[in-house]
Structures are given as C-alpha cells and as structure tokens.
C-alpha cells in the first residue's frame, strides 16, 4: 500500500490566510472611504469657486449682480440655486429668503434678455453638488453692501447650515460655531 501524498491546505492554513485578508480589509476600507469623502469635499471646494468667479465675470461685463428675473427683469431675486431638476434646494438656516428663488443657469449659461454687455456662458456645465443637493446663493445680500453672500454646497448633511447674516462658514449670526455644520463655500462680499 503507497502512501498518499496530501497535496493542498490545511485548516489551519485557510484560517491564517482568511484572518490576514480580513486585517487587511479592515485597514483598506476605511482609508478608501475616507479618500473618497475628501474627493467630494475637494470638488464641492472647488466648484463654489468656480461659480464664485463665473459670478465675478458676469458682474464685470455686465456691472449687475445675478438678482435681475428672468421674466420681469426687475431686480428681485433673492436666492439662486444649482442646478434645476429633482436635486431642489436644501434645508436652509436662519435669514436665507425663498421669496424668489432662481436658477442660477437663467443668469450664467443662458442669458435670458435681463441682461445688456452679456457675454457669456460664464459657466456652461453646472451640476448638483457630490451628495446630489444643490448649490446655494444668498442673492439677496447683493442688494446689501457689506452683506455676506455666500455659495455654499449643504456637504454630507445636505442642509445649508450657515445663516444667510453669519460672517465666517458654519458659524451663526455672531460668529459661534455650529456643531455638525459641514458647508462648503466661499464668501463673495
């Protein structure tokens, strides 16, 4: 009788090999998840200020702020969001007015006629924001100098948590910090 010789792995070898593969996993996950989050931040960042600048260049070329509406050209617009579609606009913080919401696309890729010296599209490809919400803008502070207007993405919460009369990012009316707050934006003016 020949002896066999036992070709393959033994228990005790498939449960090392599994446990390395699990250690391993449990290191990798949560630094890709974690890249990823940064890489939504970094183009949310990256996106206000592109829209802060296409809003510069349609001040400059046109000396008006995006406030004019579309239809009436009169200056009443007192929020702008990005874009339109099924993204709506996020919960808001205190002092941010929705009594005429507009789409900042009427204002910096298509010129709907409220504008003279237009010379657009300042920004022709404009989406939502890396957690699928809307931009924001505070339209109504342009009508106030010294007002700060802000272009802010909700970030991962979804809400724009930073009042429309606060100073600095995610702080209130009197510059507390907000606990949870996570926007992000720039400040225009």
């Known amino acids: 009788m020949k002896l066999r010789s036992n070709k393959g792995f033994t228990l005790i070898e498939v449960i090392v090999v599994a446990a390395i593969i699990a250690i391993l996993a449990g290191i990798l996950v949560p630094m890709i998840f974690n890249q990823i989050d940064e890489s939504k931040t970094a183009r949310a960042q990256a996106d206000v200020k592109s829209l802060a600048m296409a809003i510069q260049m349609l001040r400059k070329d046109t000396g008006k702020f995006p406030t004019l509406d579309k239809i009436t050209a009169t200056d009443t617009v007192t929020i702008l969001y990005v874009p ?4 709506g606009i996020p919960n808001l913080a205190a002092g941010w007015s929705k009594a005429k919401e507009n789409n900042i696309t009427d204002h910096l890729r298509d010129n709907s006629g409220a504008y003279s010296n237009w ?3 300042y ?6 924001d890396p957690w699928n919400n809307a931009y924001v803008i505070n339209a109504d502070a342009f009508r106030s100098p010294g007002s700060a207007v802000w272009v802010l ?9 930073t009042p ?7 702080t209130d ?3 507390n ?4 707050a996570d926007d992000i934006g720039i400040r225009l003016q």
């Open 173 to 175: 009316a009197v510059g």
């Open 123 to 128: 920004l022709p490809q404009l989406s939502v």
């Open 84 to 87: 339109d579609g099924n993204a």
């Open 153 to 161: 993405s909700g970030g991962p919460n979804g809400k724009i948590d």
């Open 177 to 180: 910090l907000i606990a949870d």
């Open 164 to 170: 429309a009369a606060a100073t600095t990012i995610n």
């Open 119 to 121: 010379k657009g599209p």
